[in-house]
């Protein structure tokens, strides 16, 4: 019993909002830098699938599940940090998970290509 007592007081100064405040004060400045770099990669790629999904002839109803796709890939190739045949491996799943929501898997492709400048993956 004495050992769960000492884990809830650890808990409890661990968690005192005026120190959690202090720790968020202190990492705000670079917390809002990184995330206006991912917002502007983000933005930047939604701006270049869009320009692949209006050259398609895609109608502006369906571009939100094209543009989830280009945000996964993003995902991929940015936070998980994904590159090279591994990389061309993921887009390919990808490819064919949103191919059989029903895209259209040559516009996914397009987008693979001309917004993340990779191809079909290597054969077996």
């Known amino acids: 019993m004495a050992d769960l007592v000492k ?5 409890d100064v661990k968690f005192d909002t005026e120190r959690v405040k202090q720790v968020l004060d202190r990492k ?12 502007a990669g983000v933005w930047d ?8 999904l209006n050259d398609a002839g895609v109608s502006t109803a369906l571009f939100v599940p094209y543009l989830d796709f280009a ?7 940015r936070v998980r940090r ?6 061309a491996l993921a887009a390919q799943v990808l490819l064919d ?11 996914l492709a397009n987008i693979r ?8 993956p290597p054969g077996p």
């Open 7 to 11: 884990r809830v007081e650890s808990w």
């Open 28 to 39: 705000r400045q670079r917390m809002l830098e990184r995330y206006a770099e991912a917002m």
């Open 45 to 52: 790629v939604e701006v270049r699938a869009k320009q692949v």
């Open 71 to 77: 945000r996964e890939l993003y995902r991929a190739s």
């Open 82 to 87: 994904i590159s090279g045949n591994s990389f």
């Open 97 to 107: 998970k949103w191919s059989a929501r029903g895209l259209n898997p040559d516009v």
């Open 113 to 120: 290509t001309q917004v993340f400048d990779i191809g079909a």
